[in-house]
Structure formats: structure tokens, C-alpha cells
């Protein structure tokens, strides 16, 4: 168990809605960050955030957008959903923004947009 | 930009086999360097990682040594088992502006067979 908590594990949704999914850090983490695994593009970072702000933004569509809140808890919410944007999105922690701590993973959101 | 290059999987080996998942990068200044795991229906976890060049990262039998002079960050195992079968990922850790963040390879499957 690596500490990361993502919520919901499954979520199905139609073309055009809103989501928003949420990540807890593990205990003393300052740091998330937000990837999204698809077959096609492999693992793609979408931002980071660090004490409640933003410190890194990758492939991120304007559709998506994120925050981290106090209490470290994130959440990650999709508009205007496309069938492409099904996927696996992961959110993942690390207690500092130094090259070698490690990022700790949860196990995932799967979305599914039909 | 940061860039990781993975072999191509799937990787089918037989019990006992020995492993080598090439893996190489491409990166300003000094990255870490990780190999993360995935089993089916999980999130990644952390397997091995190396901060300079020439040290060698180790963790349940598996081992990778950070090669500047080859950009190269390979993993090896003497002998695998049923139960490594997963998809494994080579990732580097970038700093950019105010934030870290991993860039991860394809990843690549492995099989072990009885």
C-alpha cells in the first residue's frame, strides 16, 4: 500500500460531462502530481502541485484543471469529456521537490467516456 | 526535452531465466534515474532508483546501474519468477521551473512462464 488514496476507482461517464476525481497524499507528502496512462500515449504528467501550488504543468488540456487544497488532498476535474480522454489516471506524492525523492503512486482512477 | 527510450515488450522469459530490460535517456544535467513497476490493476510502486552516475540501484534481486557515459540505466535480473510478471518502467526525474517531475518510458511487459 503505497499511502496514496484515489477516488473513485471506476467512473463512467457520457461525451460532454464533468468529472472530478480526488487524491490524498500520503501523510507527510507535500508534493502531487497527476499522470494520465492511456495504451496509445503511455504515461503522460499533466501538473504538479507543491503545498498548494502549482509548480509544474505538462500535457494538460484546458478542459482539465486541478488544485491542491490545505489539507493536501487533490482533485483533478475534466470537462466537456471526449471519447479520447477515457484512460487511467493516477495521482501520485512525494515529500519534496528534489530530483530523487521518489514519487509513491495510487492505484488509479479508470474513466470511461462513452 | 527529457526523454526515456525502453526495449519494446512483451519480454517472455522462462522461471529461473535471466533478465535484462534495456533502457536509455536523454537529459540535461545530472537526473535521478527509477525503474517502477505495474502489476495488473495497480498503481506504479517504486522498485529501484539511482541520484548520481555509477551508483547502483538494487531491490528484490533486481539491479541497475546509472551509466553516464552510455545515458543508459538498464535492469537486470539473475533469475526471474512467475510472480515478477508485470510492465516495467524506466522514468528520470527532471526539475523544470519551479517543479520536479518524472518522465516515464513506454514501459515493457514481462512474462514469465513455469
Known amino acids: 500500500d503505497s499511502g496514496v488514496t484515489q477516488t473513485p476507482k471506476h467512473l463512467i461517464t457520457a461525451t460532454g460531462q464533468r468529472v472530478t476525481l480526488r487524491c490524498s497524499p500520503r501523510?507527510?507528502?507535500?508534493?502531487v502530481y497527476w499522470y494520465q496512462q492511456s495504451l496509445d500515449q503511455g504515461l503522460q504528467f499533466l501538473i504538479q502541485?507543491?503545498?498548494?501550488?502549482?509548480?509544474a504543468k505538462g500535457n494538460i488540456l484546458e478542459r482539465f484543471s486541478a488544485q491542491q487544497f490545505p489539507d493536501l488532498h487533490s482533485e483533478l476535474n475534466l470537462s466537456s469529456l471526449e471519447l479520447g480522454d477515457s484512460a487511467l489516471y493516477f495521482c501520485?506524492?512525494?515529500?519534496?521537490?528534489?530530483?530523487?525523492?521518489?514519487?509513491?503512486f495510487g492505484n488509479g482512477t479508470r474513466l470511461t467516456v462513452t | 526535452g527529457d526523454s526515456v527510450t525502453q526495449m519494446e515488450g512483451p519480454v517472455t522469459l522462462s522461471e529461473e531465466a535471466f533478465l535484462t530490460i534495456n533502457c536509455t535517456y536523454t537529459?540535461?544535467?545530472?537526473?535521478?534515474l527509477f525503474w517502477y513497476v505495474q502489476y495488473p490493476g495497480e498503481g506504479l510502486q517504486l522498485l529501484l532508483k539511482?541520484?548520481?552516475?555509477?551508483d547502483k540501484g538494487s531491490n528484490k534481486g533486481f539491479e541497475a546501474t546509472y551509466r553516464k557515459e552510455t545515458t543508459s540505466f538498464h535492469l537486470e535480473k539473475g533469475s526471474v519468477q512467475v510472480s515478477d510478471s508485470a510492465v516495467y518502467f524506466c522514468?528520470?526525474?527532471?526539475?523544470?521551473?519551479?517543479?520536479?517531475?518524472?518522465?516515464f518510458g513506454t514501459g515493457t511487459q514481462l512474462k514469465v512462464e513455469l
Open positions: 502541485y507543491y503545498n498548494g501550488e502549482e509548480r
Open positions: 537529459a540535461t544535467g545530472y537526473p535521478s
Open positions: 539511482a541520484t548520481k552516475a555509477d
Open positions: 501520485a506524492s512525494s515529500v519534496s521537490l528534489q530530483g530523487a525523492s521518489p514519487l509513491h
Open positions: 501523510s507527510g507528502d507535500l508534493s
Open positions: 522514468a528520470l526525474s527532471g526539475v523544470t521551473g519551479g517543479g520536479n517531475k518524472l518522465t
